[in-house]
């Protein structure tokens, strides 16, 4: 049973920083890339970062370019994304994924192993 639990969301200010944290069971990231996913309200789930599994590799969606950092420590089992210069529009439900897949991806079919996401917001 793969296990995918995120911590790290909270309120901040425009401008701000968080970061997140995806702890996974011991065989949720063995050789698999994982990628962060995020839901704002009346809208549909958007990629936001996705790394490889060695974290040699990684890309990101337009929008967190320059301001959103993927990283994983998998002695740890744990992938992170951190948030910088936030905006209020990156206010979301943000989600960590398993991808199903060896080669990295950035479709959400892709991926099936879910956390349970984690709340940010954002004020102007």
């Known amino acids: 049973q793969v296990q995918l639990v995120e911590s790290g969301g909270g309120l901040v200010q425009a401008g701000g920083s968080l970061r997140l944290s995806c702890a996974g069971s011991?065989?949720?990231?063995?050789?698999?890339?994982m990628g962060w996913f995020r839901q704002a309200p009346g809208k549909e789930r958007e990629f936001v970062a996705r790394?490889?599994?060695?974290?040699?590799?990684?890309y990101y969606t337009d929008s967190v370019k320059g301001r959103f950092t993927i990283s994983r420590d998998n002695a740890k089992n744990t992938v992170y994304l951190q948030m910088n210069s936030l905006k209020p529009e990156d206010t979301a439900v943000y989600y960590c994924?398993?991808?199903?897949?060896?080669?990295?991806?950035?479709?959400?079919?892709?991926?099936?192993?879910w956390g349970q996401g984690t709340q940010v917001t954002v004020s102007s």
């Open positions: 994924a398993r991808s199903t897949l060896l080669v990295p991806t950035t479709l959400g079919k892709d991926y099936a192993y």
């Open positions: 011991g065989r949720a990231f063995t050789g698999y890339p």
């Open positions: 790394i490889s599994w060695s974290g040699s590799s990684t």
